[in-house]
């Protein structure tokens, strides 16, 4: 089993920056993918941007050089900075951990308004 802590998120105005962050804890495997999903009222869950222990990144289109995420493979966890927000940013943003099992963290709300 493997627990997921997020942190970050927030209101910001459109412009603006924000971090997220994800710790997982448990029974960690050696290789595993980590990441970001979001998920907009209406709207079906959408991968944002994942890493992997291999240091292999992916971003959907509509964030590629705006956010920015990150592993800290001592203390597993990933970061995502994201920056040059957009009110279509809105969404719950959710971390994902797929390695031995899939898991997902709670969700951490981000809203993008002036």
């Known amino acids: 089993q493997v627990q997921l802590v997020e942190s970050g998120g927030g209101l910001v105005q459109p412009g603006g920056s924000l971090r997220l962050s994800c710790t997982a804890s448990?029974?960690?495997?050696?290789?595993?993918?980590m990441g970001w999903y979001r998920q907009a009222p209406g709207k079906q869950r959408e991968l944002v941007a994942t890493?992997?222990?291999?240091?292999?990144?992916n971003y959907t289109d509509s964030v590629k050089g705006r956010f920015t995420i990150s592993r800290d493979g001592a203390k597993n966890t990933v970061s995502l900075q994201m920056s040059s927000l957009r009110n279509e940013d809105t969404a719950v943003y959710y971390c994902?951990?797929?390695?031995?099992?899939?898991?997902w963290g709670q969700g951490t709300q981000v809203t993008v308004s002036s």
């Open positions: 448990g029974k960690i495997p050696d290789f595993y993918v």
């Open positions: 890493t992997t222990t291999v240091g292999i990144t």
């Open positions: 994902r951990f797929r390695g031995g099992g899939n898991y």
